[in-house]
């Protein structure tokens, strides 16, 4: 058998099948297209086709004997059967289907960019947590991109006007890292230092960039007895991404740090997505000093859009409107629906069920 009759053969075949030959020969098959992954498995096997032409018979001819085997389907189930069916699952309640027009992927796109220069305005919500941090310890917790560096960035240099020293903690040496050099350049670069498990620069700078564990990891050296000097003058300490304070393994690490931290110092916990915002301020004000101030904002300063990009570079709206109709599945754009049962012919396997 040629090459292009071994294709056309792999072509008529269902996409089980195809990702049963893929198996063993091509790496992350799953992911591909009938098309491509027909491609992908001749590619493959460019040294070996007659090995894959037998493998490709024999896996024919055991689904041809599994059709014979099969028992002929019931032409209609017995009243009691179907009943007994009925009432066991019962039919799932479709949403109707909206009458509104659908936003076209011009209309979609309208508006999208950088946007023209305009004087920066402090929202509400930065001013009360900025006002909060002068008298109490400070949860901020508001969507991503509306603006938690900006009130992370004003306590920091309201702090070191009085000569106090700041620390900022992540939970990864990555964010670590970028929030080192942005601050380098808000407040120059001998003005902020970093420490983590692998950079040690200007550890004695104003402003220290750090991975919660090394100050979790201070902490402890202090209450051994073994005082380290910035901690002396530690005047605010930024908890960013504070929700790690769920995580099962590393959560203890945020708890710890809270606990630990020297009581003359304003905590600032920072998060877009911790799910117990007014909890977390609670527990602070019961093992604190002072009252924790919890500062919650709910609207996206820059609004989102969602839509879909097809494998075949198809780009449309994901719902009728611009934006993001929630709690409304039956919102969805017609042609981000055709798009969808067209990519499941083309990926999923042959009987398996589509919802």
């Not at 530690?234 to 710890?256: F, H, K, N, T």
């Not at 409304?328 to 999923?348: D, I, S, V």
Request: with cysteine; net charge neutral; proline share 8%.
């Amino acid at each position: 058998m040629t090459t292009d009759e071994l294709a056309q053969l792999l072509a008529q075949q269902p996409v089980a099948i195809l990702h049963r030959l893929a198996r063993g020969r091509v790496q992350r098959h799953f992911r591909a297209g009938k098309r491509r992954l027909v491609e992908m498995i001749l590619q493959h096997s460019g040294n070996n086709l007659a090995g894959l032409e037998s493998d490709l018979q024999a896996l024919i001819g055991e689904r041809q004997a599994r059709a014979q085997a099969a028992p002929p389907p019931a032409t209609q189930a017995p009243p009691r059967q179907a009943a007994q069916h009925t009432s066991r699952r019962p039919p799932r309640a479709q949403e109707p289907e909206s009458t509104e027009p659908c936003v076209t992927l011009a209309a979609w796109l309208e508006g999208l960019g950088v946007p023209a220069p305009q004087p920066f305005v402090a929202d509400p919500w930065q001013e009360e947590a900025l006002a909060g941090l002068a008298e109490t310890d400070v949860v901020v917790s508001v969507p991503t991109g509306s603006g938690k560096t900006y009130v992370a960035v004003e306590a920091a240099r309201r702090a070191m006007s009085e000569n106090r020293t700041v620390i900022y903690t992540s939970p990864l040496k990555a964010l670590s890292n970028t929030k080192f050099t942005e601050f380098s350049k808000i407040f120059g670069s001998d003005q902020v230092g970093i420490l983590t498990g692998d950079r040690q620069d200007n550890s004695q700078a104003p402003i220290l960039i750090m991975t919660t564990e090394i100050l979790r990891n201070l902490l402890y050296d202090a209450a051994s007895g073994e005082i380290d000097v910035r901690l002396d003058t530690l005047g605010l300490v930024i908890l960013d991404e504070s929700q790690y304070i769920a995580d099962p393994e590393r959560g203890v690490v945020w708890e710890e740090t809270i606990i630990f931290c020297p009581s003359q110092a304003k905590l600032l916990l920072l998060s877009a997505s911790i799910g117990n915002p007014q909890d977390i301020a609670d527990w602070l004000t019961s093992i604190r000093p002072s009252p924790c101030r919890l500062v919650r904002h709910s609207k996206r300063t820059v609004p989102l859009r969602a839509g879909y990009l097809h494998p075949n570079g198809k780009l449309t709206p994901l719902f009728r409107t611009a934006g993001i109709p929630y709690g409304h599945p039956g919102q969805l754009h017609p042609e981000a629906k055709r798009l969808f049962l067209q990519y499941e012919e083309e990926t999923l396997p042959s009987g398996r069920s589509r919802r």
